[in-house]
């Protein structure tokens, strides 16, 4: 079966600082990948998706980056954390037929 | 474009009442239609999903929901709830044929009281 998993589970950084996020999949090959933010009280906001190593499309203009080194990698970065940034970050996999998302645990951030 | 609109943003309910969550979508071509469950602090579960066929889908947890292609609808429904219910539910489209994309409800609070 497969399993997603993201670390760190929760994160305190201070403003200014760099991030990184990572996000692995287990149990399947050639997944799509995908970033969310959900800030408090709000929906899912989808922030980077891929369809494969090296592709990245970005959802929305901020200071965060992705990068896919691996098929089942995908990481989730920041070289300045900005007050905005905070979160909860989730990752999810679906598979190549464009069907359903699985999600993992999530990551929650706070910048201070 | 496609949208997803969650009509109640908060439910509350008693215990063993039913439920309903409304959702609804639009889209100029035929979508896939998911419902996804979060507990607190934790990621999105996925409930149950529509993909063709019966347009009654059942799910986990006793969940159901019906799509109706008329009304552009896609309700989720419980017959009798439990505490266990309380969480925020997640109402999501995707273009069939089109974008690896889910196109996300702003999300329905749950809350259900002893």
């Known amino acids: 079966s497969q399993t997603i998993h993201q670390w760190p589970a929760t994160l305190v950084q201070p403003v200014g600082s760099p991030l990184s996020l990572e996000c692995t999949v287990e149990?399947?090959?050639?997944?799509?990948l995908y970033w969310y933010r959900q800030a408090a009280g709000r929906g899912l906001q989808l922030l980077f998706y891929?369809?494969?190593?090296?592709?990245i499309s970005s959802e929305v203009p901020q200071n965060l980056s992705a990068s896919r080194p691996q098929d089942r990698q995908f990481i989730l970065s920041s070289k300045k954390l900005l007050l905005s940034d905070s979160g909860f970050y989730l990752c999810?996999?679906?598979?190549?037929?464009?069907?359903?998302?699985?999600f993992g645990p999530g990551t929650r951030l706070t910048v201070t | 474009a496609q949208s997803v609109t969650q009509l109640d943003s908060q439910v509350p309910v008693f215990e063993e009442a039913p439920v309903e969550l409304r959702c609804n979508y639009s889209?100029?071509?035929?979508?896939?239609l998911f419902w996804y469950v979060q507990y607190p602090n934790q990621g999105l579960q996925l409930l149950l999903k529509?993909?063709?066929?019966?347009?009654l889908v059942k799910g986990i947890n006793g969940f159901e929901a019906e799509f109706n292609k008329s009304q552009t609808s896609f309700h989720l429904r419980k017959p009798s709830v439990h505490i266990s219910d309380t969480a925020e539910y997640f109402c999501?489209?995707?273009?069939?044929?089109?974008?690896?994309?889910?196109?996300f409800g702003k999300g329905t609070k749950l809350t259900v009281n002893p």
């Open positions: 889209s100029s071509v035929s979508v896939y």
């Open positions: 999501a489209s995707q273009t069939q044929g089109g974008s690896e994309k889910l196109v």
């Open positions: 891929s369809v494969g190593i090296g592709q």
């Open positions: 149990g399947t090959s050639n997944p799509n």
């Open positions: 529509y993909l063709s066929g019966s347009t």
């Open positions: 999810a996999w679906g598979p190549g037929t464009k069907y359903e998302q699985y």
